[in-house]
């Protein structure tokens, strides 16, 4: 079970940090992920980190805006946003994943197999 935390109302310009608890997981063997849905529209693919790399890779709208990390020992990951534009506002959804995925397959929502309930946030200007 994956739980989203985090979201709530900020500037335009503002950082936030959304967490995502797991429950029940081997948590550390977990390829991570973060997708979001803008009011009105599909789901779409934030960023990823799969097991053994050491970068992020996110999509081209968010690209040098924001860092995936995680805690084993808390089993929680982070998303870390900065620089938001109110066309960040969505709700965020975390995924994880139990074998590592290919890199084309990171931005199919289809990749994931368990997802977190999503958390809303919302930019203001």
């Known amino acids: 079970q994956l739980q989203a935390l985090g979201g709530g109302l900020v500037q335009a310009g503002d950082s936030l940090r959304l967490s995502c608890a797991a429950s029940g997981l081997s948590f550390s063997i977990f390829n991570m992920a973060w997708f979001r849905q803008p009011p009105g529209k599909e789901r779409e693919f934030v960023a990823a980190i799969r097991q053994g790399d050491t970068i992020t890779h996110s999509s081209d709208s968010v690209k040098g805006r924001l860092t995936m990390s995680r805690d084993n020992a808390k089993n929680t990951f982070y998303l870390q946003m900065n620089s938001l534009k109110p066309e960040d506002t969505a709700v965020y959804y975390c995924?994880?994943?139990?074998?590592?995925?290919?890199?084309?397959?990171?931005?199919?929502?289809?990749?994931?197999?368990?997802w977190g309930q999503g958390t809303l946030v919302t930019v203001s200007s």
């Open positions: 995924a994880v994943k139990r074998n590592r995925p290919i890199l084309s397959a990171l931005a199919l929502a289809a990749t994931w197999n368990y």
